[in-house]
C-alpha cells in the first residue's frame, strides 16, 4: 500500500457534511446513513442498507427536590430503561454513598441514596440490594458554566428488573446538597419505552483468489443525543470511507466488508443485529478492524485486540514496519468489535483518545486532517497486509477467559 494514496483532507471533507446530533432510532440518523451510501456512490461503490428495530425510552417527566431541611428543586437528567416511579414520586431520607462501597451503602435501606457513578449494573444491583428506593449520580464537572450546569441523561443498559429509578445531578448541584446537609428528598422520573429503526451501512469489496474469506472494516456513525459524535465516531465512519475508496481501486484477495453500523450508542446494537443476522456467513470470517474514538491530534493508537495474542505481536510488527507509533492492549474492548468476538470472529478496536466524549463538546473543530490520516495509514496498512497474506498470520480463537466475559456481557 502506498501510504501517500491516504488522504487526512479527503476525511475531514467528509466529516463535515455530519455536523449534526445522529442520535440512533431518529431522522438524523437514518439521513447520515443516506449521506454514507451517496460518498460510496461517488466511488462506484454500493452501499446497502440494512434496517433494524431498536428498543428505546422516551422520558416524560422528571424532577429532584430536596424537602428538608431546606426546599429546593435542582435540574437533573432521567436515567433511561429504569422504569418510572409513581407519578407522585418517591420521597424518603437522602444519602452520599460516594463511590457505592459496602460501608457507605450499609446506611442506604429505605433512602434515595446519592453515588459518583455512573451506574453500572454491578454499582445498580449493589444499590437495590442496599435497600435504596431511588438514585442520583453526579454528572458534569466543578468548573462548568452556561449550558453545561444541566446534567446530560444516561441510560442504563438492559436489565431484567428495574426496581428503583434514578437521574443525574449536576457536580457543583450535589457539592451544594450535601454542604446543606440535605436528609430528605423526592424523586420523580417517568417513562415509557418506545420502537424506533436504525440503519448499518453495508458495502463489499469482493477479493480475488481468496474471496470466500472475509475480513471487516467497521465504526459506527451513530453519536449520543447530548453532541455531534465527531470524534467519537464520525472520524472512524471517515477512515474507513477513506480506506474504502482505496480498496475499491486496490481490489484484495481477501473479501472486504466495509460497516457503518447504526445504534452503538445505544448498546451496540447495529454490530449485534449484523452478526445476528449475518451468523451463517460468520464461519467464512477471519477478522473484524473496528474503529471507535479517532480524528483527534492530541492522542495516540491504541488497539484493544480481542483474540488470540499472535495478532497483537503481528500489529506491532506491522507498524514498525511503517514506523507509526501505536501500543495494543489484549482484552475485551467496549465497542462494536466485541459482537464479531462474541461469535468467534477475532476483532479488534483501534482507539485514538481524545476530548469530550458523550458531550456537546465533541464536535468537528478539535478534528485534525493529520490525525485522521495517521490513523487510516495504520489501519489501512494492517487491512492491505492481512487482505493479501497467503496465510492468515493468527489463529481463528477467542480466548477462553474473554469468551467467558462476552457471553456473560451478551447474555444478561
Ligand atoms: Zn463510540
Not at 104 to 129: C, E, F, H, W
Not at 230 to 252: K, Q, S, T, V
Request: hydrophobic fraction near 40%; aromatic fraction near 8%; glycine fraction near 8%.
Amino acid at each position: 500500500m502506498n501510504l501517500q494514496d491516504i488522504s487526512g483532507q479527503r476525511q475531514l471533507a467528509f466529516m463535515q457534511q455530519f455536523d449534526y446530533i445522529r442520535e440512533a432510532g431518529t431522522p438524523a440518523e437514518h439521513k447520515a446513513a443516506e449521506a454514507i451510501t451517496k460518498e460510496l456512490a461517488s466511488f462506484g461503490v454500493t452501499g446497502v442498507l440494512e434496517p433494524f428495530t431498536i428498543d428505546t425510552y422516551a422520558v416524560d417527566k422528571v424532577t429532584f427536590t430536596v424537602t428538608e431541611p431546606y426546599e429546593k428543586t435542582y435540574t437533573v437528567a432521567a436515567y433511561g430503561r429504569c422504569g418510572s416511579t409513581p407519578p407522585e414520586g418517591v420521597e424518603a431520607p437522602f444519602l452520599y454513598a460516594e463511590n457505592g462501597d459496602d460501608i457507605s451503602l450499609a446506611y442506604a435501606a429505605g433512602k434515595i441514596v446519592m453515588v459518583n457513578g455512573p451506574m453500572r449494573p454491578d454499582l445498580y444491583q449493589k444499590v437495590v440490594t442496599a435497600g435504596a428506593v431511588g438514585f442520583l449520580t453526579i454528572g458534569g464537572t466543578p468548573i462548568d458554566t452556561g449550558a453545561d450546569r444541566t446534567p446530560e441523561g444516561r441510560a442504563l443498559p438492559r436489565l431484567k428488573e428495574t426496581p428503583i429509578q434514578g437521574a443525574v445531578l449536576h457536580h457543583l448541584d450535589a457539592i451544594e446538597i450535601v454542604e446543606r446537609g440535605a436528609s430528605r428528598a423526592r424523586l420523580v422520573v417517568r417513562q415509557h419505552e418506545t420502537q424506533a429503526t436504525s440503519h448499518n451501512v453495508i458495502a463489499t469489496i469482493a477479493g480475488s483468489d481468496l474471496a470466500d474469506q472475509v475480513l471487516t472494516l467497521t465504526a459506527h456513525y451513530d453519536s449520543v443525543p447530548a453532541g455531534k459524535g465527531a470524534y467519537d465516531n464520525m472520524a472512524g465512519a471517515a477512515i474507513i470511507m477513506e480506506l474504502c475508496r482505496y480498496f475499491a481501486a486496490h481490489p484484495p484477495r481477501r473479501t472486504l466488508q466495509f460497516i457503518w453500523f447504526g445504534a452503538e450508542e445505544k448498546g451496540l446494537l447495529g454490530s449485534r443485529h449484523f452478526v445476528t443476522k449475518h451468523e451463517e456467513e460468520l464461519s467464512r470470517h477471519q477478522f473484524n478492524m473496528n474503529v471507535d474514538l479517532a480524528g483527534q491530534l492530541v492522542g495516540g493508537t491504541v488497539v484493544g485486540v480481542t483474540g488470540d495474542i499472535a495478532i497483537c505481536h503481528v500489529i506491532e510488527y506491522m507498524a514498525r514496519e511503517i514506523g507509526l507509533g501505536l501500543s495494543t492492549k489484549h482484552m475485551v474492548w467496549s465497542s462494536d468489535s466485541n459482537c464479531f468476538a462474541w461469535k468467534g470472529v477475532p476483532a479488534m478496536t483501534l482507539n485514538r483518545d481524545g476530548f469530550g466524549m458523550h458531550t456537546r463538546h465533541d464536535t468537528l473543530d478539535l478534528i485534525s486532517p493529520w490525525s485522521l490520516q495517521r490513523s487510516a495509514q495504520i489501519l489501512g496498512y494492517i487491512a492491505d497486509r492481512i487482505a493479501n497474506i497467503t496465510a492468515m498470520p493468527f489463529p481463528r480463537t477467542i480466548p477462553q477467559e474473554f469468551a467467558e466475559t462476552l457471553s456473560r456481557q451478551f447474555n444478561r
